[in-house]
């Protein structure tokens, strides 16, 4: 069984929201730097944002800034990201990450050992 199993992908219209969900088992999300990635065929896979361990810092690729919000649900061990005001750019597989108490976090994908299975969103009209 996967640590991290995202959720909440789907088709939507440019201009439209969608909020993914990263539900974490065997681990504890508290205790790791969680990341968001995506990636579409063909290119590399693209950090989106980071939350860290203690939910202190965040960060967020300059591509989403002002458009995407990371949280965590503690009680529901679950790491979401908000995505509003959608584009064509922003189709992918997303995928979430996550690494034992990395200090802060990061948008690399070499800093993560735990990943996800991935959520397709696709932005059409």
């Known amino acids: 069984q996967l640590p991290l199993v995202e959720s909440g992908g789907g088709l939507v219209q440019p201009g439209g929201s969608l909020r993914l969900s990263c539900a974490a088992s065997?681990?504890?999300?508290?205790?790791?730097?969680i990341g968001w990635f995506r990636q579409v065929p063909g290119k590399e896979r693209e950090g989106v944002s980071c939350?860290?361990?203690?939910?202190?810092?965040?960060y967020y690729a300059d591509s989403v800034k002002g458009r995407f919000t990371i949280s965590r649900d503690n009680a529901k061990n679950t790491v979401y990201l908000q995505m509003n005001s959608l584009n064509v750019e922003d189709v992918a597989v997303y995928y979430c990450?996550?690494?034992?108490?990395?200090?802060?976090?990061?948008?690399?994908?070499?800093?993560?050992?735990?990943w996800g299975q991935g959520t397709q969103v696709t932005v059409s009209s």
């Open positions: 939350i860290s361990s203690s939910g202190g810092s965040t």
């Open positions: 065997g681990l504890t999300v508290d205790r790791y730097a």
């Open positions: 990450a996550a690494r034992y108490r990395l200090s802060g976090c990061g948008l690399m994908e070499s800093q993560y050992n735990y």
